[in-house]
């Protein structure tokens, strides 16, 4: 969605915003707070944004427990 187009066109790939549902309702009304107005913007589900939270919060976790205690490990 592109509320304004801009003076001078210039090719700029999307934005992939989490926003409010009130928000995205009423882009053109919102999109100046995120600098989006001449923008397409995709708008991200609060679903897709929680699964990947949630992928890259607890990797790992419950597995390395004692990871460091008496072991080294080259990161």
Known sequence: MVIRQPAVVVQQPP???YVPPGHAKNW???CGRYNA???P???VQEQ???ER???RHSKGRGKDKHKGKGK???D
Do not use: N, T
């Open 15 to 17: 934005l992939y915003l």
């Open 28 to 30: 053109g009304k919102h």
């Open 37 to 39: 107005c001449a923008r």
């Open 41 to 43: 913007v995709y708008f």
């Open 48 to 50: 897709w944004v929680q």
């Open 53 to 55: 939270y949630d992928e």
């Open 72 to 74: 080294k490990h080259d």
